[in-house]
Structures are given as structure tokens and as C-alpha cells.
């Protein structure tokens, strides 16, 4: 890891967007302008408020954006309180890149890839979702399926109907959990939905979501006839530190900041059961 990653700079909010009623997309700049470091599809940056707290975040903006770095944070607890707080002028710390990434350089490139996300789970998966898209030459079909408990709970909805559903080759399966006015496209949980799609166990599969979800996609995978070793998930919401001191991150003989956040599935199937 770069030694600057452990030293905090200012960054600059320039812009605050509402996706839903509890998560705000928030982009930053360097004081100079531009980003504030380079990342990978899938890093973490610890931000940070003076006086109240610091956590770790998913950067949901792809590598190739040049301009500007953004986060997408749902409202949750003391800190995530005081960032929404926030206005477009104010000034934040912020340190990193932490964490490998998804290989999209390596074993993702030239693969046909499934992404699958519930609720907020599509942050850290839309840095490499539009990776994937400005690099699209080296990756095959994109399929994306991605659910909410309701329509207002879709985080980054215009990107995804305005851009990502218009482009050949990306197919977007979205889904809410239960009836709602407005709403004609599936309603359905994740899992049931992934297992309705019937995709061919060809790939590789990108997933991202609360906890139980993953088990019942994991579930949903399995029957299709996927290997763990296709199935790739970040767990950056175990990273505390960010750099291997606090051992709260750790499960078996892994650091989730050192050795991930990504994980593929078969190798999370050799640690103990505490994730």
C-alpha cells in the first residue's frame, strides 16, 4: 500500500445529489481540482469529519472519470448523519485508495458478466459497472439485475434508465419487492428473480447486497449451475482500519482491508463461518 494513503487531504464537495430518501450520492474534488487520488473498480476511501468520525466508503465513480471522485452513502448512524449534512462548498478529509479491486484487468476481461445488487449494494458495483462500459471492447454481455424494497429505494435510477438501459449489449433486469403504484416493471425479491432469469452458468457474476441476499442469490447461483470460483463480492463494510492494525476486519487467517475487500466466493468458502 501507498504510505499516502495514511495521510488525509482535503477534498471539496461539489456536488450532492438525493437518490433516495436515505442515500445521497456526493462528489468530490481536490482543492486544486480533479481527484483527489487514482483508484481500482471496487477501492474504499476513509472519509472523514473532524471532532465525529471517520469510516470506510465504497468509490462509486469508475477509474476512467479523470474529473472527480463521488460516494454514495446511506444515512445510517452518527457520522452518515453529518455527511448528509452537507452542502456543496464544504470540505472533507479523505485518505486512501484501501483495498484491492474487482480484477477487471485479469480475470473479468473478455468474460460475460452478471451483475447482481439489492438496495445499496449497487454503489460499490457501479464503479465497475462504468468501467466496463467505457471499456467495453473487452468484455462481452452485460446483464445487470438489481432490486429495492421500492421504486424510490432504486439508487441512481436516471443513470440506469437513461444510460445504461439504452446501450446495446447491457441488459437491465430491475426489480422491487412488493407491488407499488407507478411501477410496471418485476416485482420480486433478488434472488427468485436471478433464479426466473435462467442464466447460463457462463462468466463471471459481481454481487452486492445485504447479507441474507447474497446467501439466497448464492443459493439461486448454485442451482443454475454456477462454481463459487466464478462468483466474486466486496465486504468493505468489515474494513475499519484500512490497513491490517485494528484486527477488527479480521475472519480466519484474512484481513479483509489487506487481503480484499473482493473475494471470490470459493475462496471465502475456506475461512470460517463469521462473515
Known amino acids: 500500500m501507498n504510505k499516502e494513503a495514511l495521510i488525509p487531504m482535503l477534498g471539496v464537495v461539489t456536488d450532492v445529489r438525493v437518490d433516495t ?42 477509474p476512467t472519470n479523470k474529473e472527480f471522485m463521488e460516494f454514495s452513502i446511506k444515512k445510517c448512524g452518527c457520522l452518515t448523519n453529518w455527511l448528509h449534512q452537507m452542502d456543496v ?43 466496463v462500459r467505457d471499456n467495453r471492447a473487452n468484455y462481452g454481455k452485460i446483464d445487470i ?12 435510477y436516471p443513470e440506469i434508465v437513461d444510460h445504461w438501459c439504452q446501450e446495446a449489449g447491457i441488459n437491465v433486469h430491475l426489480t422491487i419487492d412488493r407491488e407499488q403504484e407507478g411501477w410496471d416493471g418485476h416485482v420480486g425479491f433478488v434472488p427468485n ?3 426466473e432469469l435462467g442464466f ?8 452486492c447486497g445485504p447479507p441474507i441476499m447474497i446467501k439466497f442469490v448464492l443459493q439461486a447461483l448454485d442451482k443454475l449451475g454456477f462454481d463459487r470460483k466464478q462468483v466474486f463480492t466486496t465486504m468493505e463494510l468489515r474494513m475499519k482500519c484500512g490497513v491490517g492494525k485494528c ?29
Open 21 to 62: 430518501p436515505d442515500v445521497k450520492t456526493f462528489r468530490v474534488n481536490a482543492l486544486e481540482g480533479g481527484k483527489c487520488f487514482e483508484h481500482l473498480p471496487g477501492q474504499c476511501a476513509m472519509l472523514s469529519i473532524p471532532g465525529v468520525g471517520e469510516a470506510m466508503f465504497s468509490i462509486t465513480s469508475s
Open 89 to 131: 462548498g464544504q470540505q472533507i478529509t479523505i485518505r486512501g485508495p484501501y483495498g484491492n479491486g474487482f480484477p477487471v484487468e485479469t480475470e473479468l476481461k473478455g468474460q460475460d458478466l452478471i451483475f447482481i445488487a439489492g438496495g445499496i449494494g449497487l454503489a460499490p458495483l457501479r464503479s465497475v459497472i462504468n468501467y
Open 145 to 156: 439485475v438489481y432490486g429495492s424494497r421500492s421504486k424510490d429505494d432504486l439508487v441512481d
Open 193 to 195: 428473480y436471478v433464479t
Open 200 to 207: 447460463n452458468p457462463e462468466g463471471k457474476v459481481l454481487v
Open 247 to 275: 484486527g477488527r476486519c479480521n475472519i480466519g487467517n484474512k484481513y479483509v482491508c489487506k487481503d480484499g475487500p473482493v473475494f471470490r466466493f470459493d475462496q471465502l468458502g475456506e475461512l470460517p463461518d463469521e462473515y
